[in-house]
């Protein structure tokens, strides 16, 4: 049974960071790519960050880019959201979600395990 634990949202100023995990339970390979997605009331989920299963090549919604950094330790079944000089309008539920596929998808739909979420909230 695949589990997905996402940590390290919270509160933080605007131009302040953060960085969020997701901790993998039963997989037992690391044949498996991540998506980063967030949501805020009455929205669908946008995936602001993809990474495939060896960490090469990596999606970033155009929003994020040059501000959000994905990564991932396949040692410890973990996938890293690294997120810089945060805006006001970054402020949602993000969850992790995993598909058991190499590459990444940007669509909530290919993805088949996700995380509970965490709340990232950014005061101006």
């Known amino acids: 049974q695949v589990q997905l634990v996402e940590s390290g949202g919270g509160l933080v100023q605007v131009g302040g960071s953060l960085r969020l995990s997701c901790a993998a339970s039963?997989?037992?390979?690391?044949?498996?790519?991540t998506g980063w997605f967030r949501q805020t009331p009455g929205k669908d989920r946008e995936c602001v960050a993809a990474?495939?299963?060896?960490?090469?090549?990596?999606y970033y919604a155009d929003s994020v880019k040059g501000r959000f950094t994905i990564s991932r330790d396949n040692a410890k079944n973990t996938v890293f959201l690294e997120m810089d000089s945060l805006e006001p309008g970054d402020t949602a539920v993000f969850f992790c979600?995993?598909?058991?596929?190499?590459?990444?998808?940007?669509?909530?739909?290919?993805?088949?395990?996700w995380g509970q979420g965490t709340q990232v909230t950014v005061s101006s």
């Open positions: 990474i495939d299963w060896s960490g090469r090549n990596t």
């Open positions: 979600a995993v598909r058991r596929v190499l590459w990444y998808a940007t669509r909530p739909v290919d993805y088949g395990y």
């Open positions: 039963g997989l037992s390979d690391s044949a498996y790519a």
